[in-house]
Structure formats: C-alpha cells, structure tokens
C-alpha cells in the first residue's frame, strides 16, 4: 500500500547500500508506486446519506499526497463552513485557525452548471474547513445555499501534498 514513514538512507557516489539501505529503498518504491490507501475521514457539517465520498493518501517519508471528493446524493446535506479530516497530522507550521491556507486545491462543481475554486484551512489539529471564493473574490463559507443550493450530483474535491507532523 502507499503509506511508508521510514528514513530516507543517505547514499553517496561510490557507496554500496547495505541491506537496512535496500529495504528502506524498496519501501519508498513501493509507497510511490502501489495503489493509494483509503481512509475513513470525519465529517463536520456534511452529511453523506445517499451520496458518495471518495478519501484517498499515499505517505513517502513525511510527504502526504491526499485526494478526497464529497458528490452530493438522496439524503445528503451540507451546513456552514463543512470540514473533514487528513489522513495523517500535518506538521504545525501550518498553524491553526482559519486565517492560513493549507495546501492543496479545492474545486467544486455545479453539476452541468458552475464551477468554483475554493480554499482550504485548518481548524484544529488534522481538521480542514472547505471554502470557496465569492465573486468579490473573498474566501466565504460554504453553506446549504452558498455558493449555489447543493443538488445530487454537485461536488466538492480536494487534492493536494503536505508535510506531515
């Protein structure tokens, strides 16, 4: 699977790699090249009922990449400011609050209609707040009727890399 958090081994021209080298190797490999890992990320003001969510990471040393889609279905509803989280922690430099981009992209979808960027920022801990920029362009909160009425098959999707704690 794509999680490894092992120790880079330092390898200098002319050196031959010891086994604990070979295997700390073949450990980032397979991270970089196996299929990403699912996760099972907590919601906050987002209910899924008969939508669908897609949460994915992979984890090379403390480098997180992570994927992560909400599709609006029968039953599902969004509240202000919705939020969900990481896989891994991220690194503290990235601060707390909500005056801090994290990195990562974020689009969301009117389906057939709309599209709009969006922002992501931590709340706390491993805790990420989706938001969208208004036509202003401001960073507003998303809610059940912001930036449009969320209809099945609207979506949102966030991509990106970070270090991790």
């Known amino acids: 699977m794509g999680d490894w958090n092992g120790t880079v081994p330092t390898i200098l021209a002319g050196y031959v790699p010891s ?41 090379v040393g403390k480098t997180v990449d992570y994927y992560w889609q909400f599709v609006y279905g029968a039953g599902s509803a969004i509240g202000t400011a919705p939020s969900f989280t990481l896989p891994v922690a991220p690194a503290t430099y990235y601060g707390t609050g909500r005056t801090t981009a994290f990195p990562g992209t974020v689009h969301l979808l009117n389906s057939g ?53």
């Open 19 to 59: 086994g604990d080298d070979w295997s700390a190797i073949l450990g980032e490999l397979t991270a970089l090249s196996a299929a990403w890992t699912d996760y099972p990320p907590v919601l906050t003001n987002l209910t899924l009922g008969g939508g669908t969510q897609y949460a994915k990471y992979r984890r």
């Open 113 to 165: 209609v709309e599209h709009r960027q969006g922002n992501l920022a931590i709340s706390s801990g491993s805790t990420v707040v989706v938001s969208f920029w208004n036509a202003t362009p401001n960073l507003a909160d998303i809610t059940a009727t912001a930036p449009w009425t969320w209809n099945a098959p609207d979506a949102m999707t966030a991509w990106g890399s970070y270090e991790a704690a």
